[in-house]
């Protein structure tokens, strides 16, 4: 076939990917082959602005590094990271809801004992975090993992100022599923901006900002794996999350507290917030 035009090349171009033996990557390209042809045809897109897309997923590849994914921070602010989150998290049957990932999760953060404090040298508000992890008939899972991360009070993670890990941990349940740790209260952020995922924010006039939180990644065998955030109730950013990440349900006081002594009986000479929350793990299907 030859002289293709603006409406029978799309046909075209899906019968020359007919061969394709994987019937899922057919149905994929189908699809996408269908959606963006149709999308080129809607805006009508000129020669300029092609070229500029291509100048921007250029950049965006270029931005990448071991440590700095664009690719992904440009799905998470299409709500492409948090689409694909919500499709494969239908049905969760009395479970935690799951919310982003991020770019700042590491797999190696120190293993600490329940009750430690994992602020290091960062200064905040003193922060009590506890909470029970159950599967959905409410049974506490005794030794499920709890990896938490956080960012500091200026909004930054430890990957992004320093070689040293702070403000995260490995922690594992007591035998009734319960954890404990001490840590400080986390700001809001903006997410990187100072590239092309940035740019574009800048061009739409949107912020950057992600609502203060904590993330939590919980696993205990024969569960799914749930990677989740505690948001902190209040916040500024949580009807505008730069990720659109935030959901009612993960959303918790942090009660403010006069000096005087906490939970674990560690006596407090300065104000210090606390949370409660308890997880919920989905079985493995
Ligand atoms: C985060 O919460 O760490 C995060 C999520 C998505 C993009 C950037 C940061
Ligand atoms: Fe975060």
């Not at 998470?76 to 990932?101: E, F, K, W």
Request: aromatic share 10%.
């Amino acid at each position: 076939m030859r002289d293709f035009d603006e409406h029978n090349i799309t046909q075209s171009v899906i019968e020359r990917f007919g061969n394709t033996p994987d019937p899922r990557l057919k149905t994929i390209l189908n699809s996408l082959v269908t959606h963006l042809h149709d999308f080129i045809r809607d805006v009508d897109l000129t020669f300029d602005e092609w070229q500029a897309a291509i100048k921007f997923l250029t950049r965006t590849g270029q931005q990448c590094t071991d440590t700095r994914q664009e690719f992904i921070l440009l799905s998470d602010t299409l709500g492409v990271s948090m689409l694909v989150d919500a499709i494969n998290h239908r049905q969760r049957n009395g479970a935690t809801q799951t919310t982003v990932l991020g770019p700042f999760f590491v797999d190696n953060a120190p293993h600490l004992p329940l009750g430690a404090d994992i602020s290091g040298k960062a200064e905040g508000e003193p922060l009590y975090a506890n909470g029970v992890i159950r599967n959905v008939d409410g049974k506490p899972l005794a030794n499920a993992t709890v990896e938490v991360w956080q960012c500091n009070t200026d909004g930054f993670y430890d990957v992004q100022i320093s070689p040293e890990l702070n403000l995260r941990a490995e922690f594992h349940t007591d035998d009734q599923g319960r954890f404990h740790f001490w840590s400080i209260l986390p700001s809001s952020y903006p997410i990187p901006y100072d590239g092309p995922v940035g740019d574009l924010l800048q061009a739409t006039r949107r912020h950057p900002y992600r609502p203060a939180h904590l993330h939590f990644m919980i696993s205990a065998p024969g569960h799914e794996t749930l990677v989740t955030h505690v948001f902190v109730k209040g916040d500024q950013y949580l009807d505008s999350d730069a990720v659109f990440g935030v959901k009612n349900s993960l959303i918790e006081e942090f009660r403010q507290h006069a000096p005087g002594s906490a939970p674990d009986g560690r006596q407090m000479t300065q104000p210090w917030r606390s949370f409660s929350y308890d997880f919920c793990l989905k079985a493995a299907t």
